[in-house]
């Protein structure tokens, strides 16, 4: 069968403006293809707020569509690296990395198309920061909670992060594993300490202690080779041509480790795991949280109780809220954020926590802040339009720190002409010292 005739060259022949209508034609009637477009003006606005709300639409959707549509932020957020642009893509790539990671714990399911979509994301957010460093000891944290407390995926590089790090979150993190090492036994968070001590000491370019790392390992050819590599690159050859002749000779019969055997939970954590199971909720989350955490098993007990949670969520706002709360009590309010945005929280716990994430993350908090300008503006009382007024001063100043104050000003502009009738509104909009566009009409006396 021959192949399909290539298009392109009668494409190449049509205006502009044929194929626009040709394209927004299709884009009708396929959902991905108008998502992917909206994506694309997104990336050449620069307007990163738009590329926040197109990601709450996709977290939104079910699993089935959700590889797909988050593959088109990924490729938003790579457009915009590679032109340059200026605003802050820090928070959206790591926004990104975190939805990946939930969904991917909730589904089980750490193969696939999605997997490789955490890890382009993890590249992406290294690059973000790259381009505009965030506070380097809370990225240093962040990594620590994704290596200690996370789902076993992603695992993070630190060399790809080690710029953005600098001397203070790499100090950070080092003092952490330090700790990690000095108190824990054998189990999840020794494994953990002990693949970033050995990375540490790469990024730090510390020889001597990467290869006495390596040296403590079962004797293994590529451990062998590796150090070998590093002496070499450290330009002790000698050293290198030594270890070379010993491991040929050494013998290839030794014994693995023991395998870690983990007892099972205590009477207790067991106890408080069937009380969550039964009803769960804040507050058998926190009374398991603390039985597990004197026992040692809360990471892998938190991640089984949140799992619960997030199915409990995906049946209704109600539940939603609960798990949003678990996860601000547990101290992540990232992570009852992002819980707010998949599963339709009520719109009074998205506003309270949207205050408090405000300050720091702008751009997310923006859509949350005019949905409710929006609701005080249908109430019609004279209170709520002042209360609307003040809202529009804190959008004016979450537009600016997100380096969107041209899109505040066509808001502002849209949402004065829709309610341009409402005269006391209008007054309260200029009481508030809001400029309003020129372009738009003047207030009409109510009829």
Known sequence: MSPPPDLRPYLRTLDAETLADLLH??????PELRHSLELRAATQSGDVSEAHRLLDAAVTDGNGEYTAKVGAVLDTLRR??????????APLARRTVDDISEVLEQ???????LGDRLDRAVELYARACAARPPDPEKLADWILEVEFDGPGRPSIALADFAAPLG?????????????????SGPGHRRDVAERLREQLAEVLGDVDELVAILSAKPPRRDVSLKIVRVLRAAGRHSEAIAHAARALTHDKNGHAPEPVRV????DETS?????????????????????ATADGKWTTQRRAALARLRELAAEGPGHADELARVLLDDGRPDEAWRACVRFGASPELKLELAEQRAAEHPAETIPVFREHVD???????????????RRLKLLRTLHKRAET???FTAYVGALVETHRRKSRLITEIRAARIAIPKAVTSPRPPR
């Open 167 to 183: 001397e203070a979150g790499l100090r950070r993190i080092k003092s952490t594993v330090d700790d990690v090492l000095t108190a």
């Open 271 to 291: 106890r408080r795991r069937k009380e969550f199971d039964a009803e769960p909720d804040c507050g058998t989350f926190a009374a398991l949280r603390e039985a």
């Open 405 to 407: 104050a041209d899109e």
């Open 25 to 30: 034609a299709q884009a009708e009637r396929d």
């Open 375 to 389: 609701e005080l503006i249908e109430r019609k009382d004279p209170q709520a339009y002042r209360e609307a007024a």
């Open 263 to 266: 007892p099972e939970p205590d």
């Open 107 to 113: 589904s089980g399911d750490h193969t696939g198309d």
């Open 80 to 89: 915009m690296l590679d032109a340059g642009s200026r605003a802050d893509l």
